[in-house]
């Protein structure tokens, strides 16, 4: 058997590993043996979550969506932020393992809503076919019931015709391929961070936009190009 003394100044740094030998049967002591150690510290992989967010337009679904502002959620606690550049790039350095989810807001001023979109609802509720999950989501002008049906198509007449009911947000944020026909989908705007970057695209879409006929304008100003992660625990 061993007896092992460990002295570290400091950690990470050198220290000094003393090791005695003890014979358990006759209880003698051997001389013992000094090595010098170094310890260095227990790093923990990140990686890189990045992409586009675009305008889901029906002739361009590629319209940068630049100035807009997003939040990595770990669970409930927001982790870190960044804005998207003028091409509607994103991202968030030194992300640990694990699954986030992260949430999009804008400035830009909304449009594209007109009586077109309502009659398409009320269209698709009864004759539904896959689409993305942002345009269900501009499609879900009452939110509140989660269901999209003929009460979303007359709120989004309403609103053109007469300004209400205002919808509960006016801009709706996901991430991109996410298709069913479904209703409603039961899908999660979640992101997987398992030993390697991660490149997710997100979608935008104005509330009610469900023809997707808005081309929002492009600004001037560009976001920083990237964020950091600050872990919370």
């Known amino acids: 058997a061993s007896v092992v003394t460990v002295l570290w100044g400091s950690i990470p740094g050198t220290g000094y590993l003393n090791v005695t030998d003890i014979n358990t049967i006759t209880g003698c002591i ?20 990045s992409g586009l967010v675009t305008y889901y337009n029906l002739s361009n679904p590629n319209i940068p969506m630049d100035m807009t502002t997003l939040t990595l959620y770990e669970g409930n606690v927001a982790i870190g932020t960044t804005t998207t550049t003028v091409a509607g790039y994103y991202e968030f350095l030194n992300v640990p393992d694990g699954t986030y989810k992260i949430e999009a807001a804008t400035t830009k001023a909304r449009g594209g809503l007109n009586s077109t ?84 695209n997100y979608y935008a879409l104005c509330v009610a936009d469900f023809n997707r006929s808005y081309a929002p304008p492009i600004g001037t100003k560009a976001g920083s190009t990237y964020s950091s992660i600050s872990l919370v625990y």
């Open 117 to 200: 979109d309502a009659g398409q609802v009320n269209y698709w509720w009864t004759h539904r076919t896959p689409i993305e999950r942002v345009k269900w989501n501009a499609g879900n002008f009452y939110s509140s019931d989660n269901f999209m049906n003929a009460t979303d198509a007359g709120q989004i007449n309403g609103f053109f015709v007469f300004g209400t009911p205002q919808p509960a947000q006016e801009w709706t944020f996901w991430k991109r391929n996410d298709i069913s026909a479904s209703n409603p989908p039961t899908s999660q705007n979640t992101v997987i961070v398992s030993g390697a970057d991660v490149v997710q």
């Open 30 to 49: 051997a001389s013992s043996e000094t090595y010098e150690v170094e310890i260095s510290e227990n790093q923990i992989l990140t990686h890189k979550i």
